[in-house]
């Protein structure tokens, strides 16, 4: 079988393969560096080493070292955010956010994603309970909605959760939100 490979000291800026879109058997390696292999293609895996730039891109960016697709967003992890005075939530790092309230949260602020997207926001009490949040906001332009017009009054039982589901409308920078109390 022979193998393609592209080797030398000039900088690529694009690959472009064709044809079906599969990987053929006489594909085995693209070397995009001389001395070290940082773009390998085999039958069914892409392997990169080193660092992505993705330029001019309309539906993938890379935001604090993830990859993210505008089209959709997906994570398998719950972020845990420490709870403080004022407490950030980054909605481009994770869809799914908890917070453990041991203490109250003055001001909450809400970071959208890069898209519309589902998003949950998980409030835990401590076993004090009694923890609330008083003023909560968005950035980047954003804005939020509640569902009956205004933020929700949180449960302050110890140790019960509230659960805050947020659909973000990207093409109008809005948050609407909905909670689920007392869990």
Do not use: C
């Amino acid at each position: 079988m022979p193998r393609d490979t592209l080797r030398g000291r000039n900088k690529y800026t694009s690959i472009k393969l064709s044809g079906d879109g599969s990987l053929g058997s006489n594909l085995d390696t693209i070397y995009v560096d001389e001395t070290a292999s940082i773009l390998k293609l085999s039958k069914n895996k892409l392997k990169i080493s080193g660092d992505i730039e993705i330029v001019n891109s309309d539906s993938l960016t890379v935001k604090d070292g993830y990859l993210i697709s505008k089209k959709s967003i997906s994570f398998q992890n719950t972020e845990v955010v420490t709870r403080a005075s004022a407490t950030v939530v980054d909605f481009g790092r994770s869809n799914k956010v908890a917070i453990d309230l041991d203490g109250n949260i003055t001001t909450l602020m809400i970071y959208p994603p890069p898209g519309s997207a589902n998003l949950i926001l998980n409030l835990r009490q401590d076993g004090t309970g009694s923890r609330t949040v008083a003023i909560w906001g968005a950035v980047d332009g954003s804005q939020i909605k509640w569902q009956g017009g205004s933020a929700p009054t949180l449960t302050t039982t110890a140790n019960k959760h509230d659960i805050i589901a947020f659909f973000y409308d990207e093409s109008n920078k809005t948050f609407y939100g909905q909670a689920s109390l007392n869990f």
